[in-house]
């Protein structure tokens, strides 16, 4: 059994890697849950602590990942629209044109919507598109890193 739990931990460990681009696959929650494995699997004890840590980080990074285009559009400058057109844009994406439709999907989302509330000002309506786009790359790098991370102490766990 332990070794079938390893070997699931380390499956966990590079499906969740995968997560953190391919937008079907959530990141960081499989990578805490192969930290889970390996602990189960009785290869290292982490303390209670550490799994409560990084427990929050993942569900953290994955929330941020997903709010976070919005709040950027809305920080330089979006109105309302471009607000609610980033969301709607990155869950289109995902659903209909995934992986380069999630990428694309804020980025899109944001620029109509924002056009919808201001026709004329098409530099900003850009400039609020391209916010919400730096933004998932951001969101993107975080849940990387945290997933990255966690599948470190699963093989560090291993060796």
Not at 13 to 41: E, H, K, M
Not at 116 to 144: P, Q, W
Request: hydrophobic share 60%.
């Amino acid at each position: 059994m332990d070794i079938f739990l390893t070997i699931l931990a380390v499956i966990c460990s590079i499906i969740g890697i995968a997560g953190c681009i391919l937008p079907f696959l959530p990141g960081p929650p499989l990578n805490f849950i192969a930290l889970l494995l390996i602990q189960w699997a009785g290869t290292t004890t982490f303390s209670s602590q550490f799994l409560w840590i990084w427990g929050a980080i993942a569900a953290l990074v994955t929330l941020i990942d997903y709010l976070l285009p919005a709040w950027f559009a809305k920080r330089f400058g979006g109105s309302k629209q471009a607000t609610t057109g980033s969301t709607v844009g990155l869950i289109v994406g995902m659903i209909f044109f995934p992986p380069f439709g999630l990428v694309l999907g804020a980025f899109v989302g944001a620029l109509i919507g924002e056009l919808m509330h201001d026709k004329e000002n098409l530099a900003k309506a850009f400039r609020v598109a391209l916010s919400s786009f730096v933004a998932f790359i951001f969101g993107t790098g975080l849940k990387l890193a945290a997933s990255l991370i966690m599948s470190w102490y699963v093989l560090r766990a291993l060796f």
